[in-house]
């Protein structure tokens, strides 16, 4: 498998991004790799692959000592789930947190990724630190069914 060079700058950068996640809303891991360009040493179409694993790993670091200063809680996997066994510790934190953050889960134990999802943060912070544009978790609207009428005003 392929193995970050230097985890620790990503790491940061991630954490650094995970800050900005106001409460109340999530991002997912692929999000997050998406807006950050791929490590030096690391061939892109390698981090578009694993870049999401590595926003994962990144996680887990923190989330394993519950470092109090990032909202890890806050980061999902892109079905809208949380990716922690469900028996752990971390995982039942992970809910409990985002429940007293206002997040709902439905039957499937799944955030509606529409109503909740982090749409990234503002263009300044992106500039920078030298990030991509972030991608919206929402699914873009369907266009109305049938004939529209088009407004003259």
């Given at each position: ?65 519950d ?9 999902i ?77």
């Amino acid at each position: 498998m392929y193995t970050l060079p230097d985890p620790l700058p990503f790491y940061q950068l991630v954490w650094d991004i995970v800050r900005q996640i106001p409460g109340g809303q999530v991002a997912t891991y692929g999000q997050i790799a998406a807006m950050i360009p791929a490590p030096d040493g690391v061939d892109p179409a390698d981090y578009d692959r694993l870049g999401p694993r590595w926003v994962g790993d990144a996680m887990n670091a923190v989330s394993r000592v519950d470092d109090p200063s990032i909202p890890w809680h806050r980061v999902i996997n892109s079905k809208g789930g949380i990716s922690l066994p469900d028996e752990s510790v971390s995982s039942a934190l992970q809910r409990a947190r985002l429940r007293a953050e206002d997040v709902e889960f439905d039957d499937h134990e799944r955030v509606d990724l529409d109503v909740f999802g982090w749409d990234g943060p503002d263009d300044a912070y992106i500039s920078a630190h030298g990030l991509k544009p972030p991608r919206s978790l929402k699914k873009p609207k369907a266009p109305p069914e049938g004939p529209v009428q088009l407004s003259l005003f």
